[in-house]
């Protein structure tokens, strides 16, 4: 098996919806955020935990929790290789599905940590994660969403490296340049939607 010596060691395995019922099982889902560390099955794992909270009686509208949902950083960091034009769809409909089911769900985040792990500079993590994230933007336009329906969930995730001035630096200007990307480029006057939310 290619990749053996990570079973076990990169997550929980979920093939099933059973898988999700056992993981869950006991914890109050409209009291919890859930974060999932998932690009390509994101959509599949989402659905499946909305299933578990709706056995519980537990409405969309009441699940916190957020999705990577990073398929470009893949190609970038992490050399998978689902195809591009494919992912970009599964990303622009789980915004929209979101948007319609789970309001507070954050449904995507948008990752420099990874670029930071495979080498890059501050500078070039900004640049990279910001570029990533314009794309989706794009393709969720090119999808007929509105801006204000999307942006507001878009969430971040960068590297904080001990060179504390730089990487406050780095976080000051990464969000400034978003703002003005998502005001001038996107024409969005939403404060939400122009905010850089990151971990």
Known sequence: VEHEEQVGRVGVAIDSLDDMRILFSGLPLDRISTSMTINAPASTLLLLYQLVAGEQGIPGSALNGTVQNDVLKEYIARGTIYPPRQSLRLVSDLFAYCHRELPRWNTISISGY?????????????????????????????????????????SFFFVARTSVLEEVAKFRAARRIWAQIMRDEFGTRDPKSQMLRFH
């Not at 670029?115 to 500078?123: I, K």
């Not at 900004?126 to 969720?140: C, D």
């Open 114 to 154: 990874h670029m930071a792990e495979a080498g890059a500079t501050p500078v070039q993590e900004v640049a990279f994660t910001l570029s990533n994230a314009k794309e989706y933007v794009r393709a969720a336009l090119a999808a007929g969403l509105r801006i204000e329906d999307f942006a507001p969930r878009l």
